[in-house]
């Protein structure tokens, strides 16, 4: 703004000095011409004087016009230094509100990266439980606890049950006959599983692979010899593997170790298949419930049937009782009719004097 003002103002000086020459030029050949030598000193005398007269106004114009942008100049560098003060105070506040939200991200990263470090020591002690079959089968007994206690009432599971032969089943479902008492089985073979998928090449998978087949079948073959007793046990046993790969695994490429188990009669379970057949079982557990309910029901109504009969002959005895009552009360008020009568007519026989009354009736 202040450079388009101040060249405007010199080109308005230029053409002001510009038109003074031309005027100052026209007058002095005019002046020579009319008046002479002298004529025209006084002219040139005139013309300096209109000339120092018109630079002064316009000087005085010029500084006026100065003054003006002055003070626009002083207005505008005052109002943005307020608004620059506005805008440094509004971004020192984001500023900070940035540095606090940064701080408070941080904060979390760091809390993030501990819960990390805790969970990488958590996979690293699982690894470790896994790793050892001791640990391993300890850590399928809690699982299969958990399962077991969330879904079942107490009275329908035992946990480390001894039967007859001696062995000890991890958990006995207490069902009734049919199909009795049901064991499951909480170790797993998991180090050939490892094996199995640490397998670089084909020679490698295919030997590891039968390894797996026939840790599996081993097992399936222990559990269908311990656990199922003809007498004392179900016909069937279940397998619990606390691992949904190692299940998806041996449904995935080993159907006939699965078909091995169905012969043996040894169902292999997952924790989420477990799941559904605990509550199948539960669903079993309440309708044996609600037979047994329903024969005691039965019992107490037919029970309520002898006594609405007894109480039907006592309450028909008793009609009898008071229609034979009502029948002697009918005669009761008329014997009481009749002697009363009798009263009235003796009341009414008049005794002649010196006559003795009469008690019989006149023949």
Excluded: W
């Amino acid at each position: 703004m202040l450079s388009s003002f101040t060249l405007t103002d010199l080109l308005l000086i230029v053409l002001v000095l510009a038109v003074l020459a031309v005027l100052t030029l026209l007058l002095a050949q005019r002046g020579r011409g009319r008046f002479g030598q002298d004529g025209g000193e006084d002219i040139a005398a005139r013309i300096d004087r209109l000339q120092v007269d018109t630079v002064q106004r316009v000087m005085e114009q010029l500084q006026a016009q100065e003054r003006h942008v002055r003070e626009a100049l002083d207005q505008r560098l005052t109002a943005l230094q307020s608004q620059l003060g506005e805008r440094l105070d509004k971004g020192q506040a984001e500023t900070s509100k940035t540095v606090v939200d940064l701080r408070e991200r941080l904060v979390r990263i760091d809390e993030a990266q501990k819960a990390m470090g805790q969970l990488s020591s958590q996979v690293l002690s699982l690894q470790e439980v896994l790793s050892n079959k001791q640990a391993r089968g300890a850590f399928g007994e809690v699982q299969l606890n958990d399962l077991v206690v969330a879904i079942l009432p107490p009275s329908a599971y035992a946990f480390q049950a001894s039967l007859s032969n001696s062995a000890r089943v991890d958990c006995l479902l207490q069902l009734p006959n049919p199909p009795g008492p049901i064991a499951i089985d909480a170790k797993f073979p998991l180090e050939s599983y490892r094996a199995l998928h640490a397998a670089t090449d084909d020679a490698q998978r295919t030997i590891a692979a039968r390894a797996f087949r026939q840790a599996v079948g081993k097992h399936i073959a222990d559990i269908a010899g311990k656990y199922i007793l003809a007498g004392e046990t179900a016909e069937s046993a279940l397998m619990f593997l606390p691992s949904e790969a190692v299940y998806a695994e041996l449904h995935t490429n080993f159907l006939d170790v699965v078909d091995a188990s169905y012969r043996a009669r040894v169902y292999i379970v997952s924790p989420t298949t477990l799941m559904a057949t605990l509550n199948t079982v539960r669903a079993v557990l309440k309708d044996v419930k609600m037979r047994e309910q329903a024969g005691l029901i039965q019992k107490e109504v037919g029970l309520l049937l002898g006594d609405v009969e007894r109480l039907s002959g006592r309450v028909e005895s008793l009609r009898r009782h008071f229609g034979q009552a009502n029948t002697d009360i009918e005669q009761i008020v008329t014997s009481a009719g009749k002697i009363a009568g009798r009263g009235e007519k003796i009341q009414s026989v008049e005794l002649q004097d010196g006559a003795q009354p009469s008690l019989l009736p006149p023949a």
